[in-house]
């Protein structure tokens, strides 16, 4: 997974609760994406930031804030979890070879709300 | 708004006989694509990826074309092995970094 961890790897939360995701990163990687999928949906982008405390929303952004205080860590944040926020939620990383775009993801996170 | 999508949600072949998974896009100023492998429980895993200034690019036993005239993507695998079973996706590079998916195949393989 070319050094990237998510954290946890599953959680069930109920519906009104803060819910943090981490993902850690040992490459040194300027841009971290976070990404959510759901049955019958490819990867959709949620955030994703191009620096030290530079994020910028993606394509299903509602619902979710992220942070970035230092270069290998990525929070994802489910400031009051809904129902429609369970899904799978995978960070990744690009590894720029030859100066493309290629992404390396993560394990991913199962998270339930209830 | 643009997008990236698959003909076929579902595919089965036997083992041995070759598959081929397709996708269309509808960026035409989309200059890289990627095809991934996703297995049940794990992360996406890059397969192979294409410059849109070629129109075929080979691995090991899997082959991408690209058509820009017809904006379609598709993946050959060569000689379906059970371990291929896996939902394909392909992505599309978009300005600024960012990476647009399809909705995925099934790749089922018959023994």
């Known amino acids: 997974d070319a050094g990237i961890t998510q954290s946890p790897r599953h959680k069930v939360t109920e519906t009104g609760t803060p819910v943090t995701l981490r993902c850690h990163q040992t490459?040194?990687?300027?841009?971290m994406y976070w990404y959510r999928q759901d049955p019958g949906h490819g990867l959709r982008l949620i955030h994703y930031?191009?620096?030290?405390?530079?994020?910028d929303k993606g394509e299903v952004s509602d619902g979710y804030s992220v942070s970035r205080s230092k270069t290998e860590d990525f929070l994802l944040t489910l400031e009051s979890a809904t129902s429609s926020q369970t899904s799978v939620y995978f960070c990744?990383?690009?590894?720029?070879?030859?100066?493309?775009?290629?992404?390396?993801f993560g394990p991913g996170t199962r998270l339930t709300v209830l | 708004g643009e997008s990236v999508g698959l003909h076929l949600p579902t595919l089965s072949v036997q083992e041995g006989d070759n598959s081929i998974i397709n996708c269309a896009y509808s960026n035409s100023a989309s200059d890289y694509f990627i095809w991934y492998k996703q297995e049940s429980g794990k992360g996406p895993q890059f397969i192979i990826d294409i410059r849109s200034n070629m129109d075929k690019r080979q691995g090991q036993r899997v082959t991408v074309l690209l058509n820009k005239t017809v904006k379609h993507l598709s993946l050959q695998i060569a000689a379906t092995q059970p371990g291929d079973s896996a939902v394909y996706f392909c992505?599309?590079?978009?300005?600024?970094?960012?990476?647009?998916f399809g909705g995925g195949t099934r790749l089922m393989v018959k023994p």
């Open positions: 930031s191009y620096g030290v405390k530079d994020t």
């Open positions: 990744a990383t690009p590894r720029l070879a030859g100066g493309t775009n290629e992404q390396f």
């Open positions: 490459e040194n990687h300027r841009y």
């Open positions: 992505a599309e590079n978009n300005a600024g970094n960012m990476l647009t």
